[in-house]
């Protein structure tokens, strides 16, 4: 799966926290529109498309074209089909936008922040014009709009913070189990590296394409989760035929679920973790059969993938710890003599 995985590109969690935290330490020493921008990137990479949008409308200047400036727009969602959604979060985002701008109570300060910034700049240097009443009011609700933005901003970075901070020890925690089941596929079953890939490549291709089609490639997803599992348990017990358990249970190469609860009683590990192993991989077998009616009902191609990738994690997690029980009793053999 690594190998699949890194040939993408992609940003990880400690990567996004230290832009963040970058943001935030320079926050007061950055102007303004520089730190706004740097949120709309980070909001972005997040897929958080309500707040890249929001925060973008503060930095954009006034006018252009409208078809280029939807189209910048669009590029900031997450799901572009969301785009004229009177719900979503394009839609949300304006409506945020004009009420913060709003100057009594038929206009809107529609200029960017550096605009803005920059008249403030002139009418301090020229107090000979900045005194009238109007230009007083004026500064006074652009100042506010600026408050307001830097809010916004000071508030999201401070959430990521918090946000990616448990992201990243939870992702630190995930990449050291990754690479201690990698080491057990390389050493045991190292075909299922290759079988892994296919499943992380179809969950790729299956973003990009219909409904009809998402549903045959979660299908197919499927079946090769429960290749590999099958495989694993090859590996670790295999079927023979006419092989029954003391209950009865034939144990050839076609029962491989019969196969796994019979090695589960084997393995050299304590009840609570026997019990626990056995839960989840009860889990998964539950997870294929209930995915199975799903898949033949023609799901959307998002639910697809959101499924595909719970099974294909589910399947890591378990192949994972049932060849860690195999290592765990073979080391325990070992040290008997």
């Keep these: 799966m690594a190998s699949e995985l890194s040939s993408l590109p992609m940003t990880t969690t400690d990567e996004l926290l230290a832009l963040v935290r970058r943001a ?12 706004v921008r740097r949120a709309v990137r980070i909001a972005n990479l997040l897929g958080e498309s309500e707040i890249a949008l929001r925060l973008a409308f503060e930095v954009k200047s006034i006018g252009g074209d409208s078809r280029a400036n939807a189209e910048d727009a669009r590029r900031l969602l997450a799901d572009p089909g ?69 809010h916004h901003t000071f508030t999201a970075l401070c959430k990521w913070e918090r946000q990616l901070s448990l992201g ?15 080491r057990l596929l390389a050493e045991g079953a190292p075909a299922l590296v290759d079988q892994f890939n296919a499943v992380f490549r179809r969950m790729r291709d299956a973003a990009r394409i219909d409904s009809e089609s998402a549903s045959e490639e979660f299908a197919q ?20 035929t006419g092989l029954l358990s003391e ?31 056995e839960a989840t991989i009860v889990s998964l077998c539950d997870r294929f059969d209930a995915l199975d009616g799903l898949a033949s009902k023609g799901v959307h ?26 290592e765990t009793t073979l080391e325990a053999l070992v040290e008997r003599g």
């Excluded at 995930?174 to 201690?180: I, Q, V």
């Design 24 to 35: 935030l330490d320079e926050f007061d020493d950055r102007p303004l529109s520089a730190t």
């Design 82 to 150: 969301a785009w004229g959604d009177p719900e979503g979060p394009a839609e949300s985002a304006v409506r945020e936008y004009m009420e913060d701008r709003r100057v009594g109570s038929d206009k809107v300060q529609s200029s960017s922040i550096d605009t803005i910034e920059h008249w403030e700049r002139y009418f301090a240097a020229h107090e000979d014009i900045a005194n009238s009443k109007e230009i007083l009011e004026r500064r006074i609700a652009d100042l506010q709009m600026l408050e307001r933005a830097r």
């Design 301 to 326: 191609a998002g639910v697809a993938l959101e499924e595909a990738e719970l099974c294909a994690i589910n399947t890591f997690i378990v192949a994972g710890e049932i060849l860690r029980l195999h």
């Design 247 to 277: 209950e009865g249970h034939v144990l050839d190469a076609e029962k491989y679920r019969n196969r796994l609860r019979e090695f589960t009683k084997t393995v050299q590990v304590g009840d609570r973790m026997r019990g626990a192993a």
């Design 168 to 182: 990243s020890v939870s992702e630190r925690i995930f990449s050291g189990f990754e690479r201690r089941v990698q």
């Design 221 to 240: 997803a499927v079946g090769t989760c429960r290749r590999i599992l099958k495989a694993v348990i090859d590996h670790v017990f295999p079927g023979h």
